[in-house]
């Protein structure tokens, strides 16, 4: 692994938008870092729900976790943040070809009936998947 991959912050989508996430992006703010790079930056969120997106995506652009969206630490405050790619369902997310080119890691943070068939499609696909729970029941 190049030193460049080593420092380069790794490209996570996350599939579920639910109360949890929350939670488990305020966790992936607080991971360690060095003085310019983070360990994740968040391309894309995933969930039917426009107002759960809208959400996460606000906490996400505030200034303890806007690191999230840029990859980088910035003591900047007019740096500019882009707001993640939104998306209805992982077919659509699986299809873009701006989230093809950077391949995400995918996080499933939805109903447990729901993770087989949404990791066995993002595994599918390449990616690669993590989830808080057992794939199988």
Request: aromatic share 2%.
């Amino acid at each position: 692994m190049s030193d460049e991959q080593k420092m380069s912050p790794r490209p996570l989508a996350i599939i579920g938008c639910g109360q949890i996430v929350t939670h488990h992006c305020t966790a992936l703010a607080a991971l360690p870092r060095d003085r310019s790079t983070c360990a994740f930056r968040i391309v894309a969120l995933c969930d039917p729900s426009p107002d759960r997106r809208r959400a996460i995506s606000e906490q996400l652009q505030q200034p303890s976790s806007s690191h999230l969206l840029h990859g980088k630490v910035t003591d900047d405050e007019s740096a500019t943040v882009r707001p993640p790619a939104e998306f209805t369902c992982l077919e659509d997310l699986l299809a873009d070809p701006d989230i093809a080119k950077v391949k995400p890691a995918v996080f499933v943070s939805v109903p447990h009936d729901l993770h087989v068939r949404l990791a066995t499609q993002a595994l599918d696909a390449g990616l690669d998947v993590v989830m808080e729970k057992p794939l199988a029941p």
